[in-house]
């Protein structure tokens, strides 16, 4: 017989043996306890209240809650009824398998400081968006995102990153990694960039699309040699990961090269030595589509980004997204709306660039010497290793003996081998506190390791 029981304020399902008296009673509820299901601190409900809903005599239920309380799986105190103890007694478990501990430092690239994520100035958006939106919001809606944070983000991106954007063009997303997924999904060639994210490639085939490498040197990505490419992804304003800015000439021969252009700007909003650079989207809108997400503002689990699409792809897209997740979570979407328009995303941003900037500045400083490159942009830095110098495993190794993660140039190669060797260094974590003595350990193992820094 099963119950569930509406008595303890919460909904709980608890299998009571059929005729079930004292014995299955203590039984679901202890096995209720250690599942975690009535977590400490909640309160039973009185013995007659609990007696009429499941038909056991309330002595029996008062017998139960005794015999729990005797063996500490439940508190009784005169005037507060029934609670579960604070602490359930140990419970035998064997850990399915183990998760490797987290480094003590942590320069590996890829997420930003997220203990500086704005939680007050987001909880305050969040009440205000959702204070004055009808019911209706809380239906299915459009494809393409909610229009309020569409608007919003028409308005900033044409402000902060020169983007041409209409909010009948934008489609809000699960960060960039799904809008990636959605347009590789209606191309059948795409070239990257060579090195990039390994992880994004195998997005991109999984997606049904074959990967073609775009080589990279100090003006950016080269053009396709391929003909057959149908679509380009490109990190126009930071290479990921050499962090170089494609140079304007390239820019525009990208832009004319016939394929749609997949503007990746996922940090474009941290440049420090000078204006960010605009988007290529600005120039050539009926060609590039530009995706920008949180992930480096906010914080990569919010999973919100944005495409600006040209007109032809506005239709084949949405359809995509409909038959992926129907549309992107409201209540976030709203609460970035807010935060734009209430300018609260703006001081963020700043105040972050301004925190990165410092942290990119002392960066330099301890590694003086060594070859630094992508330093003008971002939350990451490419340390070249000198030819004849040491390797990068050689590097990692020896970070890794000390507790520090670090990220390696090597796998971001399409094709392993032969290329140059190089350490990046992601300066967005850790907090504050520990970014000091995480460059100290990085300042060490390159000591050790090299005669540079
Ligand atoms: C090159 C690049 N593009 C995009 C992103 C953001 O991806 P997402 O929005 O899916 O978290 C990242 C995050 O690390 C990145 O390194």
């Known amino acids: 017989m099963a119950f569930d029981w509406a008595a303890f304020g919460v909904d709980l399902h608890l299998d009571l043996p059929a005729g079930g008296r004292r014995a299955g009673l203590e039984r679901a509820l202890r096995a209720a306890i250690r599942a975690g299901r ?61 998760t490797p501990a987290p480094p003590r430092f942590d320069l590996r690239p890829g997420a930003p400081d997220v203990s500086a994520f704005p939680t007050t100035a987001w909880l305050r958006a969040s009440r205000r968006a959702l204070a004055r939106v009808p019911a209706a919001t809380f239906d299915y809606g459009d494809p393409r995102g909610h229009v309020a944070l569409r608007s919003a983000l028409a308005e900033y991106l044409g402000r902060a990153r020169g983007v041409l954007a209409h909010p009948d063009r934008i489609v809000v997303t699960s960060g960039y990694v799904q809008a990636l997924a959605l347009l590789a999904g ?16 195998a997005v991109v085939r999984r997606a049904g699309a074959r990967v073609v490498p775009l080589a990279v040197d100090e003006s950016g990505a080269r053009l396709p040699s391929a003909s057959d490419v149908d679509m380009v992804v490109l990190t126009p304003a930071h290479q990921y990961p050499t962090g170089v800015t494609l140079a304007p000439a390239r820019r525009r021969a990208f832009a004319d090269c016939g394929a749609l252009v997949v ?28 995706v920008g997400t949180a992930a480096k503002t906010l914080g990569p689990a919010l999973r919100l980004g944005w495409m600006v699409l040209p007109e032809r792809l506005v239709e084949p897209v949405v359809a995509a997204k409909r038959h992926t997740d129907y549309h992107t979570e409201v209540v976030g979407q709203l609460t970035l709306a807010e935060m734009i328009t209430s300018h609260a995303y703006d001081r963020h941003v700043r105040a972050a660039r301004a925190r990165y900037r410092a942290r990119r500045d002392l960066l330099l400083a301890r590694l003086r010497g060594a070859r630094v490159g992508g330093v003008a942009a971002g939350l990451h830095a490419l340390v070249e290793l000198p030819p004849g110098g040491p390797r990068e495993a ?50 060490r193992v390159l000591r050790a390791q090299t005669s540079v820094a």
């Open 186 to 201: 209606l191309h059948r060639v795409v070239a990257m960039e060579d090195p990039g994210l390994a992880f994004h490639r």
């Open 263 to 290: 503007e990746d700007d996922y940090d474009g909003e941290f440049r420090y030595d000078r204006q960010p650079v605009g988007a290529v989207q600005g120039v050539a809108p009926e060609r590039v589509a530009y």
């Open 394 to 443: 050689d590097v990692l190794a020896e970070a890794a003996r000390r507790g520090l993660a670090l990220g390696d140039l090597g796998s971001h190669w399409h094709a392993p081998g032969g290329h140059p060797q190089g350490i990046i260094v992601g300066y967005g974590t850790p907090g504050e506190a520990r970014y000091p003595a995480a460059l100290d350990v990085l300042a």
């Open 38 to 98: 009535l977590a400490p601190g909640s309160r039973l409900p009185a013995t007659r209240a609990l007696a009429a809903e499941t038909g056991v005599a309330r002595g029996t239920v008062a017998a139960a809650y005794d015999q729990l309380v005797a063996e500490g799986y439940l508190t009784a105190r005169t005037g507060s009824g029934t609670t579960v103890a604070p602490v359930p007694p140990p419970v035998a478990f064997t850990p399915a398998a183990t």
